[in-house]
């Protein structure tokens, strides 16, 4: 009797599985864009090493070559911070791509002092001593993992301290550092497939748009006006249904390289 | 992403009471949020890294909102709903650019979990569609998380 009975439950409970499955609506083939585009939600920055996974997979980058740690600038403005953070947040990104240890410990050390500078320190100590024993014992998804953890916390510090402008300028600054690998590693051997991951309009404009509400950066950091000015140039370049040239590649490693430069370099 | 909220809670500062609900309401997002990365847990083991942001907020039965984003042609994406109200039933679809409806067959839908899965065939934007299409509560509480591969 016992036995039936829990057979019995354990039918129902296999039956009422197989509804929650089997009652799910199909979902519509089409659907009108232009009504769903009026809802919808924040576009979501990608992470660099989402376009470096992919542009793995199309032939092996010698990702050494991209390295960078020399980042010794003193800023004292707050959005050229948040850029930088950004830009060497991508670096850590990059480092892990090239499974360079000390390389990903030295960017982990840079992330908490550029971080000390715009008091979130607090928020990302755990995950830049994760990073630094992640990079020890090369347990690559793990500091994949922390970097993604470090900028998330460090946007969210930001947010609770009414920062969130400079926290849209941490995802901008690593934003701009992917865009320059990526071209810089396409412009050395263009593949169509390759350049195609550059078509980012949707994501473009959101930062168009962002960088529309900061007149009082522009002011106070000039830099930020040019990155506006420059991410026009780059619009036409990728807003393009038709295949993205290798010139049109090299054109946006020119741009993004300068911004990278004047991102890094004290003016 | 997340930062409906975030938003409301800076123009509210100094009202305690506001800040108050909002604190019980972003607790239940961070509640969906567990659910959404507990039907995720499955796929780290195959190698997806489940990003660390994530979209939330609260929908009534039967209502939508959609979510768009930039996906990248030779990876592979999962994206997981969840929503701590365990009768409600959520579900979630991929489109692309064009409203077309973009996803793998072995997307699925199992009461308040739901998730769907996509190997883009090109680079762009793709509109993520998420729906609770029934509760017992008035709004339900959901999050969206995404993985890669």
């Not at chain 1, 829990?6 to 129902?12: H, K, P, S, V």
């Amino acid at each position: 009797m016992i036995q039936f009975c829990t057979l019995l439950r354990l039918n129902a409970a296999a039956l009422f599985g197989l509804s929650l499955v089997a009652v799910a609506a199909p979902a519509p083939q089409h659907i009108d864009v232009q009504k769903v585009s009026t809802t919808v939600e924040n576009v979501v920055v990608p992470r660099p090493d989402e376009v470096f996974g992919a542009l793995n997979k199309l032939g092996g980058v010698n990702w050494k070559e991209y390295v960078r740690t020399d980042r010794n600038s003193n800023f004292t403005e707050r959005p050229r911070i948040a850029l930088l953070l950004g830009s060497v947040i991508a670096d850590g990104f990059i480092a892990v791509q090239a499974e360079d240890t000390p390389a990903v410990k030295e960017i982990g050390q840079r992330v908490q002092s550029l971080a000390e500078r715009i008091n979130v320190k607090s928020s990302i100590t755990q995950h830049a001593k994760a990073i630094i024993e992640g990079a020890d014992k090369k347990k690559w998804d793990n500091v994949r993992r922390e970097l993604d953890r470090t900028q998330n916390s460090v946007q969210e510090a930001m947010n609770e301290l009414h920062d969130q402008k400079l926290s849209q300028l941490v995802s901008l600054g690593g934003w701009l550092r992917g865009t320059e690998i990526l071209t810089a590693v396409v412009t050395k051997n263009y593949k169509t497939e390759g350049a195609e991951l550059l078509h980012q309009p949707d994501l473009l404009g959101h930062f168009e748009a962002q960088l529309n509400d900061m007149p009082e950066f522009k002011t106070q950091t000039p830099l930020i006006d040019q990155i506006h000015g420059a991410l026009t140039e780059v619009k036409p370049l990728i807003a393009t249904p038709q295949k993205i040239s290798p010139e049109a590649v090299r054109k946006i490693n020119e741009i993004t390289t300068r911004l990278d430069s004047a991102i890094v370099t004290k003016q | 992403m997340n930062g409906c909220f975030g938003l409301v809670s800076r123009r509210s500062l100094f009202v305690v009471p506001l800040l108050a609900v909002i604190a019980i309401a972003r607790a239940s997002v961070d509640d969906a949020q567990s659910f959404a990365l507990q039907a995720a847990e499955p796929y780290v083991k195959e190698g997806f890294q489940v990003r660390e942001d994530y979209w939330g907020g609260d929908l009534g039965a039967g209502e939508k909102k959609a979510v768009r984003q930039q996906l990248f042609k030779g990876n592979e994406y999962w994206f997981w709903l969840g929503t701590e109200v365990d009768r409600a039933k959520v579900s979630v679809h991929i489109y692309d650019s064009e409203g077309k409806l973009a996803e793998e067959t072995d997307s699925w839908q199992k009461g308040h979990f739901a998730a769907a899965h996509i190997i883009p065939k090109s680079t762009g934007s793709y509109f993520i569609i998420v729906a609770v299409e029934d509760s017992p509560e008035e709004r339900t509480h959901w999050a969206l998380v995404y993985g890669f591969r």
